[in-house]
């Protein structure tokens, strides 16, 4: 239920409920009567990103990780900013996905229908695959 009492009629609040519900998840985040603001994205149709090729000598070793970079985004949808927010506990992986994503294109962060340069965190996931042996079918 709402807890804050609004003028609007009861179908109006059923409705409008979810909407009243998000917003006060904004407006935590963000100061009272400023707009959402969309993050930049990577992953959009078209852009074509590659994903960071896992170092040979890395799956030699069996080395997976989690790297996360602090990712800063022009309004041009370039990389302006980009640096190791925490690493992988592997340096191959860590470089890799630093050089893979300096050279990423994309979708500017928006407030209001407005580009807007943005820094964000992007994790990116190193796992290797565990093949099945041909005797396990």
Request: aromatic share 6%.
């Given at each position: 239920?709402?807890?804050?009492?609004?003028?609007?009629?009861?179908?109006e609040k059923s409705l409008n409920s979810d909407v009243e519900k998000d917003e006060k998840?904004?407006?935590?985040?963000?100061?009272?009567?400023?707009?959402?603001?969309?993050?930049?994205?990577?992953?959009?149709t078209g852009l074509n990103n590659p994903k960071p090729p896992y170092p040979l000598i890395?799956?030699?070793?069996?080395?997976?990780?989690?790297?996360?970079?602090?990712?800063?985004?022009?309004?041009?949808?370039?990389?302006?900013?980009?640096?190791?927010?925490?690493?992988?506990?592997?340096?191959?992986?860590?470089?890799?996905?630093?050089?893979?994503?300096?050279?990423?294109?994309?979708?500017?962060?928006?407030?209001?229908?407005?580009?807007?340069?943005?820094?964000?965190?992007?994790?990116?996931?190193?796992?290797?695959?565990?093949?099945r042996s041909k005797l396990n079918g």
């Open positions: 239920s709402i807890s804050q009492q609004s003028p609007d009629s009861d179908s998840k904004q407006s935590e985040a963000y100061q009272a009567g400023a707009a959402p603001v969309t993050m930049p994205n990577p992953f959009a890395s799956r030699r070793l069996n080395e997976e990780g989690k790297v996360v970079l602090n990712v800063c985004v022009s309004l041009s949808g370039l990389v302006e900013n980009l640096k190791l927010e925490k690493t992988s506990g592997h340096q191959r992986l860590d470089d890799i996905a630093i050089e893979t994503v300096k050279k990423w294109k994309f979708i500017p962060a928006k407030n209001q229908d407005r580009d807007i340069n943005a820094c964000y965190l992007l994790p990116v996931q190193f796992i290797l695959r565990k093949e």
